[in-house]
């Protein structure tokens, strides 16, 4: 599947109630999502975790190794149950990392940055709030599972392959912690 096919299912997708199973590069695991918004190099969905929407995501679509739709009595279910009614997207500008970060800082909330690429020195996980954006890299305020803050980390946009934001865990997070 080229890039060109896997945009334009995506963006058959969005307001609807098909769900996209993405298969990653770096990835055994099938992630289930709702797109909601697609451009050249980043689409942005929420996740389907067994009938729970878990929290807005953020990949690059050149991580994407497969898309295709679910079909299935998943759907029908979510369909009865109105998974998505209700679910308001926020505006996130998708033109470029620099752009989505802008665009997440406005809306004041926990974020989740990761690097998940397999056998790899670099990768990461930070539940963090922004502090800085640059052309090239994003500078966070990160805190750890014993709520230590961790300030003034320089996160290269190249070494990032997931932003999640208004998720449970980074939701729970900040009503706990404040900065």
């Not at 050149?62 to 009865?80: A, P």
């Amino acid at each position: 599947m080229n890039k060109t096919d896997k945009v334009t299912l995506m963006k058959n997708s969005i307001g609807t109630y098909n769900l996209c199973r993405c298969q990653l590069t770096y990835s055994q695991n099938d992630q289930l999502l709702y797109i909601l918004d697609i451009s050249e190099k980043f689409y942005f969905g929420i996740e389907d975790r067994d009938f729970l929407l878990d929290g807005f995501q953020i990949r690059k679509i050149s991580d994407l190794k497969k898309v295709e739709i679910r079909d299935d009595l998943n759907i029908k279910i979510s369909r009865e149950l109105k998974l998505l009614d209700g679910v308001v997207k926020p505006e996130v500008d998708l033109s470029s990392w620099k752009t989505i970060f802008q665009s997440i800082k406005a809306l004041n909330v926990f974020m989740i940055i990761e690097n998940e690429k397999a056998n790899n020195e670099d990768n990461f996980f930070h539940l963090c709030r922004i502090k800085d954006i640059k052309d090239s890299y994003v500078i966070i305020s990160s805190v750890d599972a014993d709520g230590i803050w961790y300030d003034d980390i320089k996160i290269p946009y190249s070494k990032i392959t997931n932003v999640m934001f208004n998720d449970r865990y980074s939701k729970t997070w900040q009503q706990y912690l404040t900065k």
